[in-house]
């Protein structure tokens, strides 16, 4: 009797708990915008910094922020359109 008293509440318990075959299917989709906003918020920050740099070093300002420009096309891929697989 009290193997099967054992056996009924641990059934009982396991099939209350709600996390026996709760799978979340539905997951939200990642947002694009967001992706691409942090990247070009990545971008502008990145060229002002290595344009202060260069300026620091004794460039002018429209020759450091466009040597700046470059690097960052150099040094980063993630700014060419995705490519398919």
């Known amino acids: 009797m ?3 008293s054992l056996t009924s509440l641990t059934l009982a318990a396991l099939l209350t ?3 026996l075959f709760s799978k979340k299917s539905n997951q939200p ?3 694009p ?3 691409g906003s942090v990247e070009e918020n990545f971008k502008v920050r990145w060229i002002d910094k ?3 740099e260069l300026t620091a070093q004794g460039k ?3 020759a450091a922020r466009m040597q700046a420009a470059d ?3 150099q040094r980063f891929l ?3 359109p995705p490519q398919k697989k």
């Open 2 to 4: 009290p193997r099967l």
């Open 17 to 19: 708990t709600g996390c």
């Open 29 to 31: 989709k990642e947002n």
């Open 33 to 35: 915008a967001i992706a």
């Open 50 to 52: 290595r344009a202060a």
């Open 60 to 62: 002018s300002a429209d």
């Open 71 to 73: 690097e960052f096309s």
């Open 78 to 80: 993630f700014n060419l």
